[in-house]
């Protein structure tokens, strides 16, 4: 079975600074999907990134972006020039190619501090 | 285009009463996925279904939890005789076709609390 495990369940950073979240997850398929959703105090669930894993390239959203490393099982968020409203719950979350239902991790609480 | 529904917002029951929970998809949307979130715990899948079918329920509690996606109206989540452990919040989302190829748009969430 396929698990998402988030190391991280706090984190604190000043705005404007860089922070990376990390994630790790374990399958045994070759081609499957990975994603962060933000979970802010409103409690609603936004698609933040997403990879499919058969590509190389890293996934860019502004200023939120991933260091997919498949070998390692690894799918960290990079978000840079950090702001008051990227605090929230970041989850990481996997699905596999033919898949219907999303796994996530047990995700990780961001503060950006003033 | 309005986005994922869910209602109520917020839902309180006595232990022993049903919760119903409400989902309507995203316009044209006639893929329905139900998650349930624990507190301080990531979404864990429930069920998933299309039209008038349940595809895929493996996530589903075998008894007191039912869900359905009729042909017109909302999809519905029903827990019968709620216990304290049911307390938690309950999110639907949608997609235009089969995932994931296509993004899971996820509603607001229902958050349900047992007393």
């Known amino acids: 079975a396929q698990t998402v495990t988030q190391s991280q369940p706090e984190m604190s950073v000043q705005e404007a600074e860089t922070v990376t979240l990390s994630c790790t997850y374990d399958?045994?398929?070759?081609?499957?999907?990975l994603f962060w959703y933000k979970q802010p105090p409103s409690r609603q669930m936004i698609l933040v990134i997403r990879?499919?894993?058969?590509?190389?390239q890293n996934a860019t959203e502004n200023r939120f972006s991933v260091n997919f490393q498949k070998a390692a099982k690894s799918f960290s968020l990079k978000i840079s020039d950090s702001q008051l409203g990227d605090t929230a719950m970041y989850f990481c979350?996997?699905?596999?190619?033919?898949?219907?239902?999303?796994?996530f991790g047990k995700g990780t609480r961001l503060h950006i501090l003033p | 285009n309005a986005g994922v529904m869910q209602n109520p917002r917020h839902l309180v029951r006595r232990r022993g009463q049903e919760a119903r929970l409400r989902c309507s998809p995203m316009?044209?949307?006639?893929?329905v996925y139900w998650y349930r979130q624990l507190p301080e715990e990531g979404l864990k899948f429930m069920v998933y279904?299309?039209?008038?079918?349940?595809?895929?329920e493996s996530g589903m509690p075998k008894e007191r939890f039912s869900a359905e996606f009729p042909k017109e109206g909302p999809s519905i989540l029903r827990i019968q005789q709620v216990v304290r452990g049911d307390s938690a919040a309950y999110f639907c989302?949608?997609?235009?076709?089969?995932?994931?190829?296509?993004?899971?748009?996820f509603g607001p969430g229902t958050r349900l609390l047992v007393l």
């Open positions: 989302a949608s997609s235009l076709y089969t995932s994931p190829q296509e993004t899971q748009y």
């Open positions: 399958t045994s398929e070759s081609n499957y999907y």
């Open positions: 990879q499919e894993a058969y590509k190389q």
């Open positions: 979350a996997f699905m596999s190619l033919g898949g219907d239902k999303i796994i």
């Open positions: 316009k044209g949307h006639s893929h």
């Open positions: 279904l299309q039209k008038e079918n349940i595809i895929d």
